[in-house]
């Protein structure tokens, strides 16, 4: 039997990359992820990658990353797949409370699963799209995240751009840019809808299921969005860590670009983006 060379990546070879990247002590910091990006054999995997973060930011850094637990949300909002109306009452019935130290994330990622188990990290007590924050600024930014609006200005994303924060978007697209969210909000455009939701949360100590609504959640066009930023703008700095591409920039800058986009091309790229 022959052994075969692969390629690997330590976690002193993440620290360096990262570092390289843009990554600095003290940052406040969303990353966003995906292991396979990488293209090669971590050691220690996604414990790997959560060790170099935290190195590279130092306790003196805040690093942050979603960890939505989405199954827990109003089924009639289901779409991947959908399910038929008359199986929505028994899911709204039967879901489980979200509990943040242990209601395991929802199509996150290992990378992210990992970090919300570390000691230290804080989780937010929103039960479909929580965050979570390690570091100097934890507490600020997983604290008192609202129920409706989840991800605008009283959340996670909001306060990351009251501490001037980063995006770090690690083998992935805008596509998974939640700050762009915080766009969303912002912005005004013909034919903006609420959408209603609802999750199994504690209240008072009861199970009770809880509708809450976001003004927006459009998504479809945060790849053309993010294309033109990076193409109208100096702002994003691009390097590689494996096979990964890794793309770095302040968060404020891109919402406040974000929020003029959407204000000058919906509700035409929707469409456009749906084609």
Known sequence: MTSTNIPFLTTEDLIDGFRQAGLFAGQTVIVHTSMKAF????????????????AALTPQGTLVMP????????????????????????????????????????????????????????????????????????????????????VAEQSPIGRIYDLDGWVCLMGVGHD?????????????????????????????????????????????????LGSDFEAETDAVKITMVGAAVLRVMRQRVLVDYAVRWMEAHRPASLRRSQA
């Open 176 to 224: 998974h840019n939640t700050s762009l969210h915080l766009a969303d909000y912002r912005a005004r455009w013909l034919g903006k809808m609420p959408e209603y939701n609802g999750s199994a949360m504690w209240v008072d100590g009861k199970r009770q299921w809880v509708t809450y609504y976001d003004e927006s959640v459009v998504a479809e066009d945060f790849e053309m």
């Open 67 to 150: 960890t939505h637990s989405a199954d827990n949300s109003d089924p009639s909002t289901w779409r991947k797949p959908p399910l038929p109306p008359e199986q929505w009452d028994l899911i709204r019935q039967h879901m489980p409370p979200y509990r943040p130290e242990s209601t395991p994330t929802n199509r996150m990622g290992r990378i992210n699963e990992c970090f919300r188990s570390y000691p230290g990290v804080l989780r937010s007590a929103h039960p479909a799209f929580s965050l979570a924050a390690w570091g100097q600024h934890a507490a600020f930014v997983s604290a008192n995240q609202a129920l409706d609006n989840s």
């Open 39 to 54: 293209g090669c054999y971590l050691i220690g995997g996604e414990q790997a990658v959560v060790d170099a973060l935290m």
